[in-house]
């Protein structure tokens, strides 16, 4: 499994965009990089994933770093309901998905 | 649309009963893996299910087992409890020909073993 690193904990201010950054230096070259997110008192939940080039979805953006060895997923515009723990997850395939402790993201109303 | 349904939500056990907790998918899924939370922590993967068959293991001992039905509704079984299996169990649904891009997860049954 590739080890991936995030912030323990990060702050925004509501309406203002955010910028979640992942390390996955040892990710392999078939890995997705998959984003998850799980709201106080719910299961996780779906964000986005991607390979190479950078995503996009109704909920956010995944800019994936040229070398594969760092993502950041974008929350355009934070509202309360986007507070949660964030999990970055690199994965293949059918591959089990490797939590770690994610970035608790705070929103500042 | 349902999406993942667990039972019970809660439960409370003492050490050394058993349980099952159940699953079912999200319509159209075929895929059930399980998941272990404990409090403060990440979502440990526990295994998973497809065709009948558990196709991955995560690092868990033998008392945990698990089955899948041919309506692709799922159990998980835990024998002997400890008070360490206290936790969040998580079912996830997928489909198998998809990969594990877009997981649906469940809100989880919520044991407690005293």
């Known amino acids: 499994d590739a080890k991936t690193t995030q912030p323990n904990s990060m702050e925004s201010n509501e309406e203002e965009p955010v910028h979640l950054p992942c390390n996955h230096s040892t990710i392999s070259g078939t890995d997705y990089i998959h984003w998850y997110r799980q709201l106080p008192s719910q299961g996780p939940e779906y964000v986005i994933h991607g390979l190479t080039s950078n995503v996009n979805n109704r909920m956010a953006s995944l800019a994936i770093a040229e070398d594969r060895k760092s993502s950041t997923l974008i929350l355009h515009r934070a509202t309360l309901r986007d507070a949660a723990v964030y999990y970055c997850?690199?994965?293949?395939?059918?591959?089990?998905?490797?939590f770690g402790t994610g970035t608790r993201l705070t929103i500042i109303p | 649309d349902a999406g993942v349904t667990q039972s019970p939500t809660h439960l409370i056990k003492t050490r050394g009963q058993q349980v099952t907790l159940r699953c079912s998918p999200k319509s159209g899924h075929d895929t059930v893996s399980w998941y272990q939370q404990a409090l403060g922590q990440g979502p440990q993967f526990i295994f998973q299910y497809y065709e009948e068959e558990e196709r991955q293991r995560g690092n868990f001992p033998d008392r945990f087992s698990g089955h899948q039905f041919p309506n692709y509704s799922s159990e998980l079984n835990v024998n002997a409890l400890l008070l360490g299996d206290s936790a969040l169990y998580l079912c996830a649904s997928s489909l198998w020909d998809r990969g594990a891009g877009e997981l649906f997860f469940g809100e989880g049954s919520r044991l407690t073993v005293l």
């Open positions: 997850i690199p994965s293949f395939g059918n591959e089990k998905l490797t």
